[in-house]
T-cell receptor, first 113, second 113 residues
């Protein structure tokens, strides 16, 4: 079985400050990890993924994530948050290409001006 | 190709009625997935297809739910005898086998009254 935990329901940050959204996972074998963002009444937009290679992954809109195998974590980061980053963020894990994604419960990010 | 399309965007139905949703994946994608997302929660896997074959069904997919992908292109998800608990966003995604790019549609929001 595979699972994802996002321990924070909401993260509040001031505009211009660093943003971190936490994610831990559990999966048998090598993990394939993803971050998606969702705006109200919209589908999921892909931000970035870790498949193999460098533990620091860079993605869309200035986001990056660090894969830590020993801590089974894949935290999402942005050095300087924007008000427009306010949205719902989901971490997901898969056991391989083309396999189903298992999502965490989501973290709501609120960036205040 | 404009991505994954879902129809309708919104559906309001009375309890006990049957509803059917449609998903048109990216044309060259041979895998198609259905997820259900309730308000403020992460998407939950329902089922997925490789071409026309349904490869996996979640236990969440009760006998009132049925999904088809008759020609390996578009897919339909039918819910019979809808219940208020079926109210959710139903998301469709597609990908290539052994590939890590999952593209999501904008979803169909179902409200059962």
């Amino acid at each position: 079985a595979q699972s994802v935990a996002q321990p924070e329901d909401q993260v509040n940050v001031a505009e211009g400050n660093p943003l971190t959204v936490k994610c831990t996972y559990s999966v048998s074998g090598n993990p394939y990890l993803f971050w998606y963002v969702q705006y109200p009444n919209r589908g999921l937009q892909f931000l970035l993924k870790y498949i193999t290679g460098d533990n620091l992954v860079k993605g869309s809109y200035g986001f990056e994530a660090e894969f830590n195998k020993s801590q089974t974590s894949f935290h999402l980061k942005k050095p300087s948050a924007l008000v427009s980053d306010s949205a719902l963020y989901f971490c997901a894990v898969s056991r391989g290409g083309g396999n189903k994604l298992t999502f965490g419960g989501g973290t709501r990010v609120l960036v205040k001006p | 190709d404009t991505g994954v399309s879902q129809d309708p965007r919104h559906k309001i139905t009375k309890r006990g009625q049957n509803v059917t949703f449609r998903c048109d994946p990216i044309s060259e994608h041979n895998r198609l997935y259905w997820y259900r997302q309730t308000l403020g929660q992460g998407p939950e896997f329902l089922t997925y297809f490789q071409n026309e074959a349904q490869l996996e069904k979640s236990r969440l997919l009760s006998d009132r739910f049925s999904a088809e992908r008759p020609k390996g292109s578009f897919s339909t998800l039918e819910i019979q005898r809808t219940e208020q608990g079926d109210s959710a966003m139903y998301l469709c995604a597609s990908s290539l086998e052994d590939h890590y790019g999952y593209t999501f549609g904008s979803g169909t929001r179902l409200t059962v009254v």
